[in-house]
């Protein structure tokens, strides 16, 4: 009985051991608390959060805002200029190129995929034996232009020509001068189509009206000349009728 006396009871054992247990693992819990305070940041303030919000705002316009300015316009001394084109000029290079090369305006040209306008042909004209038709490009992209002189073959011409040379054209045939692209070919109009007349008729026309002029002249001198006899024949009568009343 002096024994369990001087034991203590079974429920002060558990107080005991769980006040010891709670000693024991609070030491460690301090430890670990006092090794991370030195690594974590302090509590940001009010400022802290202003900044934050401040930097993020300007980020997020960086990216995402448009620029509050336009580009600069460029200055007077940078506009283009009209390209140096002469639709009826020989030899004339594409409008297309003169831009490619030096940055000039080129007038409104229809595309490759577009039929091109008919060309204005502008003369015909005699050559030796042959005839100078001469013509001015449309405002069309071209590849090649084509003369037609009635049933006959077209003749072909390079883009950058502007006359070519028929033979055997006869008179009163149609000449007709069309453009040509990939999309097809050009109509035939009043201004690109015309009826060849050789000089030699116009010639003839003149001498006609030579001869008849020279006639024209010959019988007004004609009808001088009998009126000239006509008042001398009077002027001869009135002279023999007054003699012979003076004799009586």
Not at 88 to 104: D, F, N, T, V, Y
Not at 142 to 166: A, C, I, K, N
Not at 172 to 183: I, T
Request: with cysteine.
């Amino acid at each position: 009985m002096s024994a369990n006396k001087d034991c203590p009871p079974p429920l002060i054992i558990l107080l005991l051991a769980l006040l010891i247990g709670s000693s024991s693992f609070a030491a460690p819990s301090d430890v670990s608390w006092t090794n991370h305070t030195a690594t974590l940041p302090l509590r940001p303030n009010r400022h802290t959060y202003d900044l934050l919000e401040l930097h993020s705002d300007e980020y997020y316009d960086t990216f995402t805002d448009p620029p509050s300015h336009p580009p600069p316009a460029p200055s007077q001394g940078t506009n283009p200029q009209p390209c140096d084109y002469d639709p009826c000029r020989e030899l004339q290079p594409p409008c297309a190129q003169l831009a490619a090369s030096s940055g000039c305006l080129c007038p409104g040209v229809s595309g490759p995929h577009a039929a091109p306008e008919a060309p204005y042909l502008k003369r015909l004209s005699m050559d030796g034996s042959g005839v100078v038709v001469q013509w001015c490009a449309p405002l069309s992209f071209v590849t090649h232009y084509e003369v037609v002189v009635g049933e006959l073959e077209p003749l072909v011409f390079g883009v950058d020509q502007r006359s070519g040379t028929v033979r055997g054209m006869g008179q009163g045939a149609e000449v007709c001068v069309v453009a040509v692209n990939y999309a097809g070919v050009s109509e035939r109009q009043e201004g690109s189509c015309t009826l060849y007349e050789p000089p030699g008729d116009s010639s003839v026309a003149l001498k006609a009206g030579l001869i008849g002029g020279a006639l024209g002249l010959l019988l007004l001198l004609s009808l001088a000349v009998l009126l000239w006899r006509h008042r001398a024949r009077r002027k001869a009568d009135a002279r023999i009728t007054q003699a012979t009343e003076e004799t009586l």
